[in-house]
């Protein structure tokens, strides 16, 4: 990724503002015209999720399951961000996601969004590619989302955590309501069959389950005893202690406030929640997911 430190650290926080009827910053909007006409490829797998679902494990988990065997350079060499695009990202200073995906030479091409699926660029159902979805439940999504924007100047102001949550129930977060991405995201998937909706705590709790899953999914063959080497490499303390998966290696982010693999559970939101917040927001969250089937857990 091209990049001029000093400038980026400089930049300052972005304001949050009303975009084809979705709250954006311009961090990812910038670019959007090479967004919207985006070519994309019938073999690009796309991992699409609401922040903080789970994006960088999965891509790592596509990376070794493609690239693993054939260039295992790339795994001691390449961090995640450069080997995954992050198609809307368009950050002064930095390449932009478009730039980084054109530029690609392996195939497929693994790509990131965090695009509401309204905002999906119309090439990839016109090609027809494979999308995974991740979601994760809305309250460690939250929590998640409220260390990460702390630690990083890419996003807004957060605030404290009381109006942070109240914030996050009424959609004022970038790429808008999480309850509306997961649960359209969700409905696109029971008309097009080649999406593959997962969820992050199914990820914890059944790793080689998921695994199996994703291969299929994919049309991959992989022995169980590559499955088995992928899914220790994917665990959460590996991943954190590696270089090319934790984003250590990426300016935009301090890691003295936090880090990117910060605790990987599902239930640290009790750790945040109190008791009268966690009321409100199972109500309020009553309400807004009352015509989805999906089902979330917020423990195992
Ligand atoms: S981003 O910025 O939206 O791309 O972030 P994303 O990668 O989607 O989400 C980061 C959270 O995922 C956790 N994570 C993991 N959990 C369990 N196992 C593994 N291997 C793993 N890798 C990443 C990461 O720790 C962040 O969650 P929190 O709850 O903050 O720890």
């Not at 979601?135 to 605030?159: C, W």
């Not at 004022?172 to 995201?185: E, Q, R, T």
Request: with cysteine; hydrophobic share 35%.
């Amino acid at each position: 990724m091209s990049v001029v430190p000093e400038k980026a650290k400089s930049l300052t926080r972005p304001e949050l503002f009303d975009f084809h009827g979705v709250l954006m910053t311009h961090n990812f909007t910038n670019n959007w015209e090479k967004v919207e006409n985006f070519q994309a490829r019938p073999d690009d797998v796309v991992i699409a999720t609401y922040p903080k679902a789970g994006t960088t494990w999965v891509s790592y988990l596509l990376d070794l399951l493609y690239f693993g065997k054939t260039s295992p350079e790339r795994q001691t060499s390449i961090p995640i961000y450069e080997r995954v695009p992050f198609l809307e990202f368009a950050v002064a200073s930095f390449e932009t996601g478009t730039e980084q995906a054109d530029k690609m030479s392996t195939s497929p091409r693994l790509i990131k969004t965090h695009l509401p699926v309204q905002l999906m660029p119309k090439s990839f159902w016109e090609q027809n590619s494979r999308i995974i979805y991740v979601g994760r439940n809305a309250k460690d999504s939250a929590v998640s989302l409220f260390h990460f924007n702390h630690m990083t100047y890419i996003q807004p102001e957060t605030g404290d955590w009381i109006s942070y949550v109240q914030n996050f129930m009424d959609g004022k977060m970038v790429y808008g309501p999480w309850y509306d991405h997961v649960s359209d995201w969700w409905e696109k998937k029971q008309t097009h069959s080649k999406i593959h909706y997962m969820f992050y705590e199914d990820l914890i709790e059944y790793t080689g389950r998921e695994i199996d899953e994703l291969c299929s999914f994919l049309g991959l063959s992989h022995s169980a005893e590559e499955k088995e080497q992928i899914r220790a490499k994917v665990q959460f303390d590996q991943m954190k202690n590696n270089k090319m998966a934790n984003y250590s290696t990426h300016i935009a982010m301090d890691f003295k406030v936090s880090a990117f693999m910060r605790k990987g559970k599902v239930g640290d939101w009790k750790n945040h929640f109190t008791v009268a917040q966690n009321e409100q927001f199972d109500e309020d969250y009553k309400k807004k997911m009352k015509n989805s089937s999906l089902q979330f857990r917020t423990e195992i």
